[in-house]
Nanobody, 120 residues
Framework: QVQLVESGGGFVQPGGSLRLSCAVSGFTVDAYAIGWFRQAPGKEREGVSCIDSDDGRTFYEDSVKGRFTISRDNAKNTVYLQMNNLKPEDTAVYYC?????????????WGQGTQVTVST
């Protein structure tokens, strides 16, 4: 059974950091592209970052480039999203999802999400 479980969300002040984890089961994390998405209240879901299977190429949405880093630990079957210099506009529910071989394919399996709130 394919499962993705996010954790690591929370409340942080602007400029702070959080590390999100996406623990997967039912497949190996390096066999599929894994993406991070977010959805803020009243807004559409948007892609934040993605890591390809195999070569591990990474991609970032423009607003998070230089602040967020996606990485993968094959031994732990987990993908991480390190978020630094957080801004109030980063507030959202963050989801991880399994794609195809590359980040350009559809994402078919999703986690339940973890809330990130950036505020004073």
């Amino acid at each position: 059974q394919v499962q993705l479980v996010e954790s690591g969300g929370g409340f942080v002040q602007p400029g702070g950091s959080l590390r999100l984890s996406c623990a997967v089961s039912g497949f190996t994390v390096d066999a599929y592209a894994i993406g991070w998405f977010r959805q803020a209240p009243g807004k559409e879901r948007e892609g934040v970052s993605c890591i390809d299977s195999d070569d591990g190429r990474t991609f970032y949405e423009d607003s998070v480039k230089g602040r967020f880093t996606i990485s993968r630990d094959n031994a732990k079957n987990t993908v991480y999203l390190q978020m630094n210099n957080l801004k109030p506009e980063d507030t959202a529910v963050y989801y991880c999802a399994r794609g195809g071989y590359s980040c350009g394919a559809d994402f078919s399996s999703w986690g339940q999400g973890t809330q990130v709130t950036v505020s004073t």
